[in-house]
């Protein structure tokens, strides 16, 4: 069964920045495409961003050049690292494995979740 653990969220201001960590247990994480999304307060979830097993990845338009996503396979970790942010990125972010797809119902596993704030 894989678990995963999300960490690294927080409130920053405008123009900050924050890094978030996945820690991934209970499989074989260097051969999953992994994803992050995120959750605003009485919105859908919407896709940040996707990283395929060999390294390929895959950007909203709203994060493209502010938002970087990465892996280290040795240490069965994802990554988000947030650049420049904007209230509009408030959100609970989530991780999530199985899939490179903008879908959320195409991947299989999902963390639970881990705030960030941003204040203007």
């Known amino acids: 069964q894989v678990q995963l653990v999300e960490s690294g969220g927080g409130l920053v201001q405008a123009g900050g920045y924050l890094r978030l960590v996945c820690a991934a247990s209970?499989?074989?994480?260097?051969?999953?495409?992994m994803g992050w999304f995120r959750q605003a307060p009485g919105k859908e979830r919407e896709f940040v961003a996707s990283?395929?097993?060999?390294?390929?990845?895959d950007y909203a338009d709203s994060v493209k050049g502010r938002f970087t996503i990465s892996r280290d396979n040795a240490k069965s970790s994802l990554y988000l690292e947030m650049y420049t942010l904007k209230a509009e990125d408030t959100a609970v972010y989530y991780c999530?494995?199985?899939?490179?797809?903008?879908?959320?119902?195409?991947?299989?596993?999902w963390g639970q979740g881990t705030q960030v704030t941003v204040s203007s």
């Open positions: 209970g499989g074989t994480f260097s051969t999953y495409d």
């Open positions: 990283i395929t097993w060999l390294g390929s990845t």
């Open positions: 999530a494995e199985g899939s490179y797809s903008t879908d959320a119902r195409r991947y299989g596993y």
